[in-house]
């Protein structure tokens, strides 16, 4: 197919020409790289041919760049200063060069071919197609004078076959200087030299400069094929503001699927919602006996709680959902969790704790010795509120708590309800009902279905779970596959999806579109405050502002402290403030269409997915998607390493890498990072930091390797235990994820290693409260054989790679590091396979101190599970009924 190549004459512009020594400059070396082709028609310009001749396109623009006085702030010509020579006032840029080198190429070969077009056509038998591309040009802008071709040379396709070399290079130019110019669709500027219009939509086109900002991935050659607003991944700013533009479900579930979907969701909830109806009626029948009447006669008033405001018990900071204890008074409110738990005498104190680490200095952070003492003050982790005892009436009933923890400690909690009055119940024998006629038919077969796809990911002894299922994205959609990914998700394994980015759009990931896009969609004075990022420094744990040019200059070429040491940033939900689909709408619909399994995983319309289940009048948890861009090297560094640091999720997750860049420290960068190793090393070994046995190696973290296990498929080193330099090319973060019958040897093993982690300031962790929730610990490559050797435990490890899902099930402890700069979009789902899990850890974290990170209920999953089974009740009966 001929490239054609619109080339528009500007006469306002005509004065904007290239200083004269630099054009002699350019004519010159056009003319020695033309040599013996000029006589040849089929002359190849291409993004392959500059490729090849980048050194001498390089110094061209070094010597056009000599006689330049500055560089314009913006792209495109400099308006011209008639009071000044052109020749020594007038700037280039980069995209301007590029356009001039080709002009005068064109112009430099004028005389030889004025009769080329008839010539190559005939040759190449390519005019029809060229006079249809002439005709959609001529299309796009009918009111003006038509476009001719007037010269060409032939274009390299960007795969660089010769069969290629017939394609034409074809300027277009209009007559006259009436008419509207044609604009790019990107930048939608009409002074542009030379646009690629598309010969599918004829009413497209792009700018070479916008072609190489913005599509490095794609040739002249497809985008004159297909340009990038017919393949749905174009990035201007209109498109990526636009929200509908992809189809964000895969597969439309039929009539039969969903009513099989909804009696697995009741079956899979009633448990559940029977256990909140007992807890229910306990609290009645206590009730009353403090009434001293039957409680078939109890009445209980209704809680002025509007819809879109959230209860939370004001002692663990849980959910209410409906029965709960108020205190007329005060309105201090009371979970009935917690009303147990004061009546039998065992309520857990849930005072506040003092987290904070001491900043010593930079210098102590890479193994000098800290601060003077009167540049600080210790802080030792202490509760910081006094007890106070609160113990029931010997009737049952609570009076509300003591001033010191909150309460007026003078009136009785009354019982009061938030649901309508007997909603538990109704939803119970309703979903009874169901069960008892309808339960036979949506009995699933868990059996593995035919050869599964499965990668290693541990050596475990006198296990079956080693491997985990990793099937690719093109075959999910198979019902067998289904079948197996419901059968491992249900046993709590991790499952990974390959090339799910392959399924959508090819929508640009780069970290500066989305932030053009960001910007873009944000008011002038939410947009000037986007030019500064709040990004988490690794080394020290603390926040800093950076600009957001220099972040994302960080995240392709990195960045070093003055000593070489690698600076990691990262940034943790991103973007703030509002919802990803608000401010990102085609990256959300991009992200979605990704996602593997969406009857689980779909935030909009899962069929399984709980929290969907959630109607609109209520506020619902922020379960993404949210963004995480931070750097990586591959080199394990062991302080200041790009890592999300052991901790276990409340609910579900699925993260999709869709970005990396590729940081590798240079051979003075190596050297200071060993030096500084040997520094720590010997700074552990002072703090007592390092077990005496470990301390007779004296070897850095980063040469302990375990070779055993081999195995031929995988090669000699067993991933958990992967070495630097051994990682597999292709991989971007590391991942562990632990098994959650691991979870107490786990904690076992982080309490009594406790004092050889660092955490803020890389100061030695001075306090657990919980081993996995405080997020305190990362595990390196040597703790993790140490805690094999220990414990005989270790996670499934394994690198994800670009284009890859990873889904870690609810109460599965793991941690990531970047082997490179990642940019992952990750959201959260509740599965009805782990509802258990996502209640066992509510339970946890109602336990953890009232100033804890993680203590607050933001799931609510009680909440979920009432308004799932009544959700899939209604719907339900309306497919039965239909």
């Not at 619909?589 to 109607?615: C, H, M, W």
């Not at 076992?748 to 305190?776: A, G, M, T, W």
């Amino acid at each position: 197919m001929a490239v054609m190549f619109v080339k528009q004459e500007l006469p306002i512009r005509e004065p904007q020409r290239a200083p004269r020594n630099s054009k002699r400059k350019i004519q010159q070396r056009v003319k020695e790289e033309n040599g013996d082709d000029d006589d040849d028609p089929d002359y190849v310009d291409s993004p392959s041919r500059r490729g090849k001749s980048s050194v001498k396109k390089t110094k061209v623009t070094q010597e056009v760049n000599s006689s330049q006085a500055r560089r314009p702030s913006t792209l495109g010509w400099n308006p011209p200063n008639k009071e000044r020579d052109t020749e020594d006032e007038l700037v280039m840029t980069e995209w301007e060069e590029s356009e001039a080198m080709v002009l005068m190429k064109i112009k430099s070969r004028k005389r030889k071919t004025e009769n080329l077009d008839a010539v190559t056509m005939k040759k190449t038998g390519s005019s029809d197609r060229e006079e249809k591309i002439l005709k959609s040009v001529n299309s796009m802008n009918p009111s003006s004078p038509s476009l001719t071709s007037t010269s060409s040379d032939s274009v390299l396709g960007s795969d660089g076959n010769s069969s290629c070399s017939s394609r034409r290079r074809a300027a277009m130019t209009k007559k006259g200087n009436g008419g509207d110019r044609l604009k790019c669709h990107q930048c939608t500027r009409s002074d542009r030299i030379i646009v690629v219009p598309c010969t599918k939509c004829k009413s497209k086109l792009y700018c070479i400069q916008c072609i190489k900002q913005w599509y490095p991935n794609m040739s002249e050659v497809e985008i004159a094929e297909l340009c990038p607003f017919c393949r749905r991944n174009c990035n201007c700013n209109l498109c990526l503001h636009s929200s509908g533009m992809v189809k964000t479900v895969k597969t439309d579930i039929s009539d039969g699927e969903k009513v099989q979907h909804l009696l697995y969701l009741i079956k899979t909830l009633f448990p559940y919602l029977k256990q909140i109806y007992e807890e229910q009626t306990q609290e009645i029948e206590v009730e009353a006996n403090i009434q001293g009447i039957p409680s078939s006669g109890i009445t209980i008033p209704v809680s002025s709680c509007p819809s879109d405001e959230r209860v939370y018990c004001n002692h663990c900071a849980t959910s209410i959902v409906d029965l709960h204890r108020s205190c007329p008074k005060c309105c201090y409110e009371l979970c009935l969790s917690c009303c147990r738990e004061i009546r039998k005498g065992n309520l857990l104190r849930r005072t506040a704790v003092d987290f904070q680490y001491v900043d010593r200095g930079f210098d102590y952070m890479h193994g000098k010795d800290p601060l003077p003492e009167s540049y600080y003050m210790e802080m030792v982790g202490h509760d910081v509120e006094p007890l106070t005892e609160w113990n029931a009436n010997r009737d049952g009933s609570i009076t509300c708590a003591p001033k010191e923890m909150g309460g007026c400690g003078g009136s009785l909690l009354q019982l009061k309800h938030i649901l309508p009055e007997d909603r538990i119940l109704d939803l119970k024998e309703r979903a009874e009902q169901v069960m008892m006629k309808f339960g036979t038919e949506q009995a699933r077969n868990c059996s593995t279905y035919g050869s599964e796809m499965v990668k290693r990911a541990s050596s475990r002894e006198g296990t079956d779970d080693n491997y985990l299922y990793c099937p690719a994205s093109h075959d999910i959609l198979k019902e067998e596959e289904f079948l197996n990914f419901q059968r491992h998700w249900a046993k709590g394994e991790p499952v990974i999806v390959c090339n799910v980015l392959e399924q959508t759009t090819g929508l640009s990931w780069e970290p500066m579109v989305m932030w053009r896009a960001l910007c873009e969609n944000m008011d002038s004075k939410m947009s000037s405050k986007m030019s500064e990022v709040k990004a988490e420094e690794c080394l020290s744990g603390c926040q800093v502002d950076i600009s957001t040019r220099q972040f994302f200059k960080g995240y392709t070429e990195g960045r070093s402290y003055d000593n070489l040491w690698p600076e990691m940033l990262k940034l943790k939900d991103w973007p703030p403030s509002d919802k990803f689909e608000n401010l990102l709408p085609r990256h959300c619909d991009e992200f979605i269409s990704a996602l593997p399994f969406q009857e689980y995983t779909d935030p909009r319309a899962g069929f399984l997915n709980l929290a969907v289940k959630l109607p609109n009048t209520i506020l619902k948890p922020d379960l993404g998607p949210k963004t995480y861009i931070a750097y990586g090297i591959a080199e394990e560094l062991g302080r200041g390493d790009s890592v999300t640091k052991l901790h276990c999720d409340m609910s579900d997750a699925v993260n999709i890498l869709t970005h990396t860049a590729e940081v590798v420290l240079d051979e003075n960068q190596r050297l200071a990072v060993e030096r500084l190793k040997k520094k720590h090393r010997a700074q552990d070994k002072r703090e007592n930091l390092v077990p005496p046995c470990q301390q007779e190696e004296d070897l850095p973290i980063s040469r302990i390797t375990v070779t055993e296990n081999e195995d031929e498929e995988e090669g000699p080193y067993f991933p958990g235990f992967l070495p630097p330099g051994k990682m597999e090319k292709t991989g971007s973060a590391l991942w562990d994820i632990f098994r959650r019958e691991d979870v107490p040897k786990l904690q076992d093993y982080l309490r009594k290693h406790s004092k050889e982690f660092r955490h803020v300031f890389c100061s030695p962790v001075n306090r657990v409260v919980h081993p996995i929730h405080d997020q305190s610990f990362y595990l390196t490559l040597e703790h993790k054989k140490k805690l094999k050797e220990e414990y005989g435990i270790e996670p499934w490890t394994f690198e994800q790679r670009i284009g890859e899902a990873v889904f870690i099930p609810a109460g599965c402890p793991h941690q990531v590091r970047n082997l490179k700069s990642c940019t992952k979009v990750a959201v959260d789902f509740v599965s009805p396979e782990n509802i258990h899990e996502c209640i066992r850890l509510t339970e946890e974290f109602r336990q953890l101190p009232k100033n804890h990170r993680v203590r607050e209920d933001k799931l609510e999953i009680k909440k979920m599970i009432v308004y799932a089974v009544a959700q899939s009740l209604k719907d339900f009966y309306l497919l039965a009924s239909g």
